[in-house]
């Protein structure tokens, strides 16, 4: 029996993980004509065809090939569970995982394997006995009884990540936030560059009470450096950048209501209205409360943000029809407010025409426009 890696089972297993699962197949059909009794050629010809999803009826086959030769075989036991998984026959895989700790009771993966399947084996079955539906009970049960076991994989070892990953999923099917805001930690703790985790942490930071669009879309710049492939982080990037875009559309309507005010355009009891046409001094003047507002609120603003966020504030604008439906708003409503403010009416009609065209476009969609970035 082989109890050494041949080269060309190391070949085929370097070619499954490239995903060239026909080219590792025919190297190991050649080696197994050589040597039949190669376990490590049976395994990684079953995990081609699991990885694969092509076959899982000859996954079976070749995992129980080697399990012929030794049934004691840990790698042969644990790819049988999973060709189990990909045929149809998950339930199956329990008694398969607990052999292997029963074999091996000190090897941590078969102990968080079996917690990350447990659970959802103990639901199909609530299901089947009870007419398609999992009692509460049933699946209250199966959860304590996987993180029990999840939490042996992390005594036996705390390095691993994958243990924690279990952890993370049962307490977060438990709803249980706390444990699994612990074991985003240890994870980020053994990988600063979780994808997953970093999201989640990510998006607890941005999206808490409090948090302004500015905070949010810095956070989730500095997880995307650290994770640039991210796609729920870039998404939390392009919200939060989109909160900024709309944060100028309230800025513009800011500066319409200046111009409203600016020119007394409505009459309040007890006040005389200001005479019209103002004065060209007054009018120069009420442009400078609305130079501060874009100075202070947009232009500084942008200027400190980050790069990134700069970056893709102007991919948004051009990704988004959403965004430009925003900017476009913003721009009408300063237009508005600039028509009122620096043309020398006479009459107040056409002053409050241009402020309710302003002020309605806006008004209009900013109640539902909000989710839009998603």
Same mark, same amino acid.
């Given at each position: 029996m082989t109890t050494t890696l041949h080269p060309a089972v190391e070949r085929a297993d370097l070619l499954i993980d490239l995903q060239r699962y026909e080219e590792a197949r025919e190297l190991l059909a050649q080696r197994l004509a050589e040597d039949p009794e190669d376990i490590r050629a049976w395994v990684e010809l079953a995990r081609s065809h699991v990885e694969d999803g092509e076959d899982g009826a000859k996954a079976l086959e070749a995992t129980e090939r080697a399990l012929a030769l030794d049934a004691e075989d840990i790698g042969a036991l644990h790819m049988h569970a999973r060709a189990l998984r990909v045929g149809g026959r998950f339930p199956e895989t329990e008694g398969v995982l607990r052999e292997a700790i029963r074999l091996a009771p000190d090897?941590?993966?078969?102990?968080?394997?079996? #917690? %990350?399947? =447990?659970?959802?084996?103990?639901?199909?079955?609530?299901?089947?006995?009870?007419?398609?539906?999992?009692?509460?009970?049933?699946?209250?049960?199966?959860l304590r009884e996987a993180d029990a076991i999840a939490q042996e994989a992390i005594r036996l070892a705390p390095e691993q990540v994958y243990g924690y990953e279990v952890a993370w999923l049962i307490a977060d099917m438990s709803a249980n936030r706390s444990v699994a805001a612990r074991m985003d930690e240890a994870i980020l703790r053994l990988d600063p560059q979780h994808e997953q985790a970093l999201a989640r942490r990510t998006k607890a930071a941005a999206t808490a009470p409090g948090v302004k669009a500015t905070e949010a879309a810095t956070?989730? #710049? %500095?997880? =995307?450096?650290a994770a640039p492939d991210s796609a729920p982080m870039q998404r939390g990037l392009d919200a939060a950048s989109y909160r900024l875009l709309r944060g100028l559309r309230w800025l513009a309507l800011l500066c319409l209501a200046l111009a409203a005010t600016g020119i007394d355009l409505f009459a309040t009891d007890g006040d005389t209205q200001r005479e019209l046409p103002l004065p060209l001094g007054q009018r120069l003047w009420d442009l400078v409360p609305m130079a501060v507002i874009w100075a202070l609120g947009a232009l500084l603003r942008y200027r400190r943000l980050r790069a990134g966020i700069r970056v893709n504030l102007r991919s948004l604008i051009r990704r988004l029809p959403w965004s430009r439906i925003v900017l476009g708003q913003a721009a009408w409503a300063m237009l508005c407010a600039l028509l009122i403010t620096q043309i020398p009416w006479t009459d107040r009609a056409i002053p409050l025409v241009l402020f309710w065209t302003g002020l309605v476009p806006s008004v209009a969609t900013m109640w539902f426009d909000r989710p839009k970035a998603a």
């Open positions: 090897y941590w993966f078969s102990y968080a394997r079996l #917690a %990350d399947w =447990l659970w959802r084996i103990r639901m199909i079955t609530s299901g089947r006995a009870h007419g398609g539906q999992v009692r509460r009970e049933d699946m209250e049960a199966a956070l989730y #710049a %500095d997880a =995307l450096a």
